[in-house]
C-alpha cells in the first residue's frame, strides 16, 4: 500500500521514425514533455485547433484532454489512430509515429538579456542578445528562459529575423497571474542575466501571395502582427493593410509608435484602428469600442476572396473572429490564426482536473 505515496515512475516515450526517445511525467501533456525534453514535435496552436501537432499513436494510452472528434483530425485519421499530442495527457509508455524534419532548424541558442521595457501594467518588453545566428519566419515563435527560472515558456517573436545587424531578438510578454515564468520576470530586472531561446516553432506568418491583409492584434498578439508587417515592408511588398488593435482600455494600448512608424513608411494603402472592450464611458475615448469581432462584422474593405486575415491573440477573440468573417463568405484557406494560451496557474489546474478526471 505505501507505494501509492511514492511518485509515479515516468513513461518512455519513443518517436518513430527517427528512433528518439524521451522521459515524460505520468499525466504530463505529450507535447509540452516532449519540448521540454528538447524533441521538436511539429506544432503551432498549442490548443488543438490547427491539427500541426497531429501523430500516430502505434503503441500505449493516453487521455483526451478534449474530444478528438471534435478536432481538426479526420475521421480516417482517428480510426488510423492519430492523436493531438497538444491535447494528449501520457498515462503509459508511449510510440507515436510522427516526421521530425519540419523543425529541422529547430535549435537552442543561449544568449543574454539585454533589456526589459514596461509597455503597460502587465506587458513587458523583453530583449535578448543572442550568441550565435538563429533563423526564423516573422509569425513563429520560440521557447524562452531565464536563468534561475525553473520554466520556460512560449513567446512570439515580435521582430523579423535580421542577422546582419546583429542577433537580438524581442517578445512581447504578458503577465498570467500564477505563471512562474512571468511572475518572475515582472519581480525583477534580469538585464544582463543569462537566458536561451529555442526555436523557430509554428507555422503562422506572411502568405506567398501579395493579397491585401487584414489584420486582428489581441493584446500581445500585436508581437507576430508586428513582425509580419515589418518583414513585408523590409522586402519591398505593396500590400494594402487594415489593422485592428484590441485591448480593453485605453491605458492597455501599447506599441502604438511602431505602428507609426510602419504607417508612415508604407507604400500602399494603410488603415489603422484601436478596439476599446472596457474603455469607462465616461472617458474622452472618440474611437471604436466593443470587441474584435463586432467590429469585423462592420468592416467593408477587401472581400474575403482578395485578401488574408491574420488573427493573434487569445483563442476566444481568433475563434469569434474567424467565424465572423467566415460568415461573411471569407474561405477558411484565407484565413490565419495564432491562437495565445497562457500557462498561469489556473490554465495549469484547469488541464489536471481535466486529465485527473479521465481513468
Known amino acids: 500500500m505505501f507505494n501509492l505515496f511514492r511518485p509515479a515512475q515516468p513513461r518512455t516515450i519513443t518517436v518513430s521514425p527517427a528512433g528518439r526517445q524521451f522521459s515524460a511525467r505520468k499525466g504530463g501533456v505529450l507535447l509540452e514533455e516532449a519540448l521540454l525534453a528538447g524533441v521538436p514535435l511539429p506544432h503551432n496552436c498549442t490548443v488543438g485547433t490547427c491539427g500541426a501537432c497531429k501523430c500516430r499513436l502505434t503503441e500505449g494510452k493516453i487521455v483526451e484532454l478534449t474530444d478528438f472528434a471534435l478536432s481538426p483530425l479526420t475521421g480516417e485519421e482517428l480510426r488510423a489512430g492519430y492523436i493531438l499530442a497538444c491535447q494528449s495527457s501520457v498515462r503509459t509508455d508511449l510510440v507515436i509515429e510522427v516526421d521530425l524534419g519540419s523543425q529541422a532548424d529547430f535549435a537552442k541558442v543561449s544568449g ?75 519581480a525583477r530586472d534580469f538585464t544582463g542575466e543569462k537566458a536561451t531561446v529555442e526555436g523557430p516553432l509554428g507555422g503562422f506568418g506572411l502568405s506567398q501571395d501579395e493579397a491585401p491583409m487584414l489584420c486582428v492584434a489581441g493584446g500581445t498578439g500585436l508581437a507576430p502582427i508586428l513582425a509580419v508587417l515589418q518583414h513585408a515592408l523590409d522586402s519591398g511588398q505593396t500590400r494594402d493593410v487594415h489593422f485592428f488593435l484590441a485591448v480593453r482600455s485605453q491605458a492597455d494600448l501599447f506599441g502604438l509608435e511602431r505602428i507609426q512608424a510602419l504607417a508612415e513608411r508604407w507604400p500602399a494603402n494603410w488603415r489603422f484602428a484601436p478596439i476599446l472592450s472596457a474603455e469607462a464611458e465616461d472617458s474622452d475615448w472618440t474611437g471604436m469600442r466593443g470587441f474584435a469581432a463586432s467590429a469585423l462584422e462592420q468592416f467593408n474593405g477587401f472581400g474575403g476572396a482578395a485578401g488574408h486575415a491574420y488573427l493573434c491573440g487569445p483563442p476566444i477573440m481568433v475563434d469569434s473572429c474567424a467565424d465572423s468573417l467566415a460568415a461573411q463568405g471569407w474561405a477558411s484557406d484565407r484565413i490565419l490564426a495564432d491562437r495565445f494560451l497562457d500557462m498561469s496557474s489556473g490554465t495549469q489546474a484547469r488541464l489536471k482536473d481535466i486529465a485527473e478526471a479521465k481513468p
Open 112 to 186: 543574454r538579456v539585454a533589456g526589459q521595457t514596461r509597455l503597460t501594467s502587465d506587458i513587458m518588453g523583453l530583449r535578448i542578445v543572442l550568441d550565435e545566428p538563429m533563423s526564423y519566419r516573422p509569425g513563429q515563435y520560440a521557447h524562452v528562459g531565464l536563468e534561475g527560472v525553473p520554466v520556460a515558456r512560449s513567446f512570439s517573436f515580435a521582430t523579423p529575423c535580421r542577422p546582419q545587424v546583429g542577433q537580438e531578438v524581442e517578445f512581447m510578454i504578458r503577465l498570467a497571474p500564477g505563471g512562474q515564468f512571468t511572475e518572475a520576470l515582472f
